[in-house]
């Protein structure tokens, strides 16, 4: 079985909770070598379980956090794709990485963050029947920018919908993809899914960071 790793950071919903004593407790967490990412983080305007203030400054303070740590982060956009652009350009995008988690809207809100060199996962969504304009953005996505995920125990592709999402449905999700950029099954398809596989693991199986190894955590 591929190494486990482990993203950890305040969600936007619970971002009414962020505070110092909030932010001690996720520093010592980061410093674990298994965490790999700092999300998700983000802003969700659909739900507004928090306050849009109290998200924005939870979003800002792990921004920063993350690039201290070296570490890329995984982002949560709802309704919000354009905000979060905003700040995403004044705190500076960190050098580990961005990845856009679960993307499903369309190629005029994903260009500008693929012009930021952002990592893009496609979940169950992408297989929608109602989900042309996701389909069209993931076949402009650089390759080498480009992952899969399930967003487990939601978002379960075609033709499992209705069904609890699983990892292993996230194949359905990839044999999607692969069509939309034209991957016929056999070799090229075989090298496009090594192409996915290998993505991840270059955002999210590095070795730890410098500032992980300086704080010399050991491995619970």
């Not at 939870?58 to 921004?63: H, T």
């Not at 005029?108 to 952002?118: F, N, Q, R, S």
């Not at 939309?180 to 199986?205: H, S, W, Y």
Request: glycine share 6%; net charge negative.
């Amino acid at each position: 079985m591929p190494r486990v790793r482990i993203a950890v950071g305040c969600h936007p919903h619970n971002a009414k909770f962020y505070n110092d004593g909030l932010e001690a407790d996720l520093r010592a967490l980061l410093m674990d070598p298994r965490v790999s990412a700092l999300g998700e983080i983000g802003l969700d305007y659909h739900y507004d379980f928090s306050p849009r203030d109290d998200q924005r400054d939870a979003f800002r303070r792990q921004i920063r956090l993350a690039k201290e740590c070296g570490l890329p982060i995984a982002l949560h956009l709802r309704e919000a794709h354009d905000e979060a652009l905003a700040i995403m350009r004044e705190e500076g995008f960190p050098e580990a990485g961005t990845l856009l988690h679960c993307f499903n809207l369309d190629w005029a809100t994903l260009e500008p963050w693929v012009e930021a060199d952002c990592y893009v996962a496609f979940g169950g969504a992408l297989t929608f029947k109602n989900a042309d304009d996701t389909r069209e953005a993931a076949a402009r996505v650089p390759a080498n920018r480009l992952l899969t995920e399930t967003d487990a125990p939601y978002m379960t592709p075609e033709p499992m919908r209705g069904m609890t999402c699983l990892p292993d449905h996230v194949l359905f999700t990839a044999a999607c993809l692969a069509e939309v950029r034209g991957c016929e099954p056999g070799a090229a398809r075989e090298a496009f899914i090594a192409q996915l596989m290998d993505n991840a693991r270059a955002l999210l199986d590095r070795p730890a960071t410098a500032w992980q190894k300086s704080k010399g955590a050991p491995i619970a």
